[in-house]
């Protein structure tokens, strides 16, 4: 992120492209509108590789002030139909949206380079919000229990909606072609995930094979993988990490769950496993203390504390240092959350689901670089630690409740 700029309000050195400063000035000549370069310039780069920034639009007639957008370029291919879908979204549920969603304040444009640009009103958000990622862990336990009662409380409480499907195919739905040939997570099915030259991982083999051997079970048709499970579905955000919600902070510098926003929906489905969210934000908040490093005994509790069919709270595990324990306490207080907009009854299904939604995200972890050699061996334990709690419930009766179609 940049903190001042003072290039003679240049738009195409601020925004470093001379492509989208062309779009951009374009646009804005079609909207009667004059752009420049903002008094608290703001600019960075997405994981997507998407370039976000901030702008000053002007109207060219009448006496209203200038006002602040966020531009979004999206990438070309999928990320660059965010703008609809991102619309989509809006229009499926205007209330939610209204409270969780930002506007876009004008269509978006498309590039002949197959880039779009969207326009957000949300620069205000730049200057004293924060992502869940960006908080230290002490104060993620209220805004990630808070974005989870809101994805499935506010977003899916009245509308959400109960399949039923092969488990092959919810957990085919749940990879979203991770296995597509040249995606990370088939270069990792091939290479079973890790550099099996590297000492440290050899020992992992056997678990590597376990996983493999599990998902390819599930996948291609077992006797598992054709067993009915009944899920639950409704709107997902798609890709619901700590760095894709903003926590807005008050002017007393304290965050304000309440009026937490979602960004970055190009992954929105109106119609996924409602799990996919949480399986999302939990594996996201795992990582905040997995990437430094853990002990095995604090994987174990990190583990048991995602894929145990019941949230408990932990009370010790050796060697667990304070990061390790206040992310017990957030992993606990989210699944609790989560639970608690579900009757007693239904607890039991939503578990199965939980835990496929959570195979997939260990896997598609388990295939990026990014994350570091250790983070990736440790989703690797919760992968396998998620495909046994799911073959346990093969075992422990119908994952389809007598209610169902009645
Ligand atoms: N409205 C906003 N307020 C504050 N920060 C934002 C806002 N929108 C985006 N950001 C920051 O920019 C990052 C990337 O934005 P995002 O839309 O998630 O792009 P990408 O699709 O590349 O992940 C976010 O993780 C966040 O740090
Ligand atoms: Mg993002």
Redesign the pocket.
């Known amino acids: 992120m940049i903190s001042s700029f003072d290039a003679d309000n240049d738009l195409a050195a601020y925004l470093g492209d001379s492509v989208v400063a062309s779009a951009l000035e374009a646009w804005a000549g079609g909207h009667a509108l004059r752009v420049a370069v903002p008094p608290e310039p703001w600019r ?7 370039l ?1 920034v901030r702008v000053r639009v002007t109207r060219i007639a009448g006496d209203r002030g200038p006002s602040d957008l ?1 531009m ?1 370029v ?1 990438s070309p291919g999928s ?1 660059a139909g ?1 703008p609809a879908i991102h619309e989509r979204a809006w229009q499926l549920s205007p209330t939610f949206a209204r409270r969780h969603l ?1 506007r876009q304040a004008f269509p978006a444009t498309i590039l002949q380079d197959g880039r779009v640009l969207m326009y ?1 009103d ?1 620069s205000e ?2 200057v004293d ?1 924060r ?1 869940l ?2 908080l230290p862990i002490r104060l993620l336990v209220d805004c990630a229990t808070a974005t989870i009662r809101l994805v499935w409380g506010e977003w899916n409480g009245r509308t959400r909606r109960r399949e039923v499907s092969t488990v092959a195919d919810v957990l085919r739905c749940e990879l979203r072609g991770a296995f597509d040939k040249g995606r990370s997570a088939y270069r990792w099915l091939q290479q079973a995930g890790f550099d099996v030259e590297d000492a440290q991982v050899q020992a992992l083999s056997d678990a590597s094979a376990q996983l493999n051997a599990m998902v390819s079970l599930l996948v291609r048709g077992s006797e598992l993988g054709q067993r009915k499970l009944e899920y639950f579905c409704g709107n997902s955000h798609g890709d619901l990490h700590l ?2 919600v ?1 926590v807005p902070f008050g002017p007393d510098e304290s965050p304000d769950p309440g009026r937490i ?1 979602l ?2 929906l ?1 992954g929105f489905s109106p119609t996924a496993p409602l799990t996919r969210d949480l399986a999302t934000l939990l594996t996201s908040c795992a990582l905040k203390v997995v990437r430094k490093g853990v002990t095995p005994a604090e994987t174990s509790a990190l583990v048991d504390a995602l894929t145990a069919s019941r949230p408990t709270a932990v009370t010790s595990c050796r060697a667990e240092s304070p990061a390790v324990k206040d992310m017990l306490g957030v992993l606990h207080a989210v699944r609790s959350a989560a639970l608690a907009e579900f009757d007693a009854d239904l607890q039991h299904l939503l578990h199965a689901q939980y835990l496929l939604s959570l195979i997939a995200q260990a896997i598609t972890y388990t295939s990026y670089r990014n994350i570091g050699h250790f983070g990736r061996r440790w989703y690797f334990e919760l992968g396998i630690s998620a495909a046994e709690r799911f073959v346990a419930f093969y075992d422990s009766g119908p994952l389809v409740s007598s209610t169902w179609l009645k």
């Open positions: 960075r780069r997405g994981g997507s590789g998407a976000l966020l979004k999206c990320p965010e930002f957000l949300s958000s730049l919000d992502t990622g960006e760095d894709n903003i926003k960004i970055d190009s």
